[in-house]
């Protein structure tokens, strides 16, 4: 038996689930930590032997350092940490924010991250592990009516991104992928939060967005092909880069129209 774990966060459905399932494959030994205690008890159906699960959200810190002492408790150590639970939560920017929608999304979706780096990070230190952050497209180009989880993950990307360069600087051994997907097929907007997708223009990019969905499993694929390239970013889409390149090349234009650039440097 691997003597390899991976702590999956939101890992009762969709994307996560993929991910235990293809861990699980892989040898690993799989923590799912996810406040659906139903998809829960159907995830254990996938293994008896190298899977726990906990019932924990990840908005709460303590919920997640207890996870934590519940794979350190069943496995010894822990090698991944996958901080993939959000909710979706889109809403045009330009409409009134409701603002416990924001707060939903960003506790889930931004402090859930920050908490379970917080839970984990002393395990990876100490066994040269891999951090996976479910971001998104999302996270790299601003979609419009995207909202509250748009600029989530704007911010997790970002997080992500510092805390590599930092381990960096630290010498510390602990990769750190982001995964960027573009649509992928799971229940996400109906596990999200209430009134979702209510603007019709809204509706209709993810409609669009949909033509092009994966699968999860696909996704957890690229998932287990990062685990040995240790690949800072995982792109579904490559249309992302393009997009990516034409917002780089807007703000370059934009800087060059202004007094902003100064001198050569
Ligand atoms: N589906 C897509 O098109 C897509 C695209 C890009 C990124 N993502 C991201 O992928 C991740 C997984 O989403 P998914 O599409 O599999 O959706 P999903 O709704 O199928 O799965 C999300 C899981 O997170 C769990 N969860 C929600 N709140 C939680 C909390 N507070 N604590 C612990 N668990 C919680 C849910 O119970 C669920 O099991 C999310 O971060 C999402 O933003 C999804």
Not at 44 to 52: P, Q, T
Not at 65 to 81: K, P, T
Not at 173 to 191: F, K, Q, W, Y
Request: glycine share 8%.
């Amino acid at each position: 038996m691997s003597a390899r774990t991976a702590v999956i966060t939101g890992g009762a459905n969709g994307i996560g689930l993929a991910i235990a399932r293809r861990f699980l494959a892989a040898e690993f030994n799989v923590v799912i930590a996810d406040v659906d205690d139903q998809a829960l008890d159907a995830a254990r159906a996938l293994d008896a032997g190298r899977l726990v699960t906990v019932v924990a959200d990840v908005g709460d810190p303590e919920a997640m350092e207890r996870v934590r002492r519940v794979a350190v408790d069943a496995f010894g150590s822990v090698e991944v940490l996958c901080a993939n639970a959000g909710i979706g939560g889109s809403s045009p920017v330009s409409a009134a924010a409701d603002l416990d929608r924001w707060h939903r999304v960003w506790d889930v979706n931004v402090f859930g991250v920050v908490h379970s780096i917080n839970a984990f990070l002393p395990e990876l230190r100490a066994s040269g592990g891999h951090i996976f952050i479910t971001a998104s497209r999302t996270g790299l180009v601003a979609t419009p009516y995207t909202g509250a989880y748009g600029a989530s993950k704007f911010a997790v990307v970002a997080l992500g991104e510092m805390l590599a360069a930092e381990l960096a600087e630290a010498g510390d051994d602990v990769a750190v992928t982001l995964l960027c997907p573009g649509a992928v097929r799971t229940e996400l907007a109906s596990h999200g939060a209430a009134g979702a997708d209510a603007d019709p223009r809204q509706a209709a990019v993810h409609a669009e967005r949909w033509k092009t969905a994966i699968s999860a499993d696909e996704l957890a694929e690229h998932v287990h092909h990062a685990l040995t390239t240790r690949q800072r970013y995982v792109i579904t889409h490559p249309v992302t880069i393009d997009w990516m390149r034409d917002r780089l090349e807007a703000v370059a234009e934009d800087a060059r129209r202004g007094p902003t650039v100064v001198g050569e440097s």
